[in-house]
C-alpha cells in the first residue's frame, strides 16, 4: 500500500507557478521511482513526470516538458513537481505514486487524496 500526502496545489493565472510537494512513508520512497500523474474532470489519469529512486534520470510527459521539473529530497521522503508557465489545460488534481520506470505507469493502486491545480486564462 502507497501512503502519500500530496500539497501545493491552489489557483493561479495562465503563466505562473505552483511547486508542488509529496511526502512519502520511507518504505515507499526509499528505493523507488517516483512520479505525479494528474486527472481532469471526466478524464483518465494520465502520467506527468517521474524521477528515478536515484534522483538523476527524469521522464516528462510532452505536454510538460520544458515547463515542469520533478525532484526528490531523499532526506525528507519527499518529490517535488515546480510547475512553470502554467496553462488552462494544465488544470486538474495532481497524484504522486511509485511508478514503474520505461512504462510509467503507477506502481500501486492506492492513491493519495491529490492536491487541486487551477489555472485561470
Known amino acids: 500500500q502507497v501512503h502519500v500526502v500530496e500539497s501545493g496545489g491552489g489557483l493561479v493565472q495562465a503563466g505562473g507557478s505552483l511547486r508542488l510537494s509529496c511526502i512519502a512513508s520511507?518504505?515507499?520512497?526509499?528505493?523507488?521511482?517516483m512520479g505525479w500523474f494528474r486527472q481532469a474532470p471526466g478524464k483518465e489519469r494520465e502520467f506527468v513526470a517521474a524521477?528515478?529512486?536515484?534522483?538523476?534520470?527524469?521522464f516528462y510527459a510532452d505536454s510538460v516538458k520544458g515547463r515542469f521539473t520533478i525532484s526528490r529530497d531523499d532526506a525528507e521522503n519527499t518529490v517535488h513537481l515546480q510547475m512553470n508557465s502554467l496553462e488552462p489545460e494544465d488544470t486538474a488534481v495532481y497524484y504522486c505514486?511509485?511508478?514503474?520506470?520505461?512504462?510509467?505507469?503507477?506502481?500501486?493502486?492506492?492513491w493519495g487524496q491529490g492536491t487541486q491545480v487551477t489555472v485561470s486564462s
Open positions: 505514486n511509485v511508478v514503474r520506470w520505461e512504462t510509467f505507469e503507477n506502481e500501486s493502486h492506492d
Open positions: 520511507e518504505r515507499t520512497f526509499s528505493t523507488s521511482h
Open positions: 524521477v528515478a529512486w536515484f534522483g538523476a534520470i527524469t
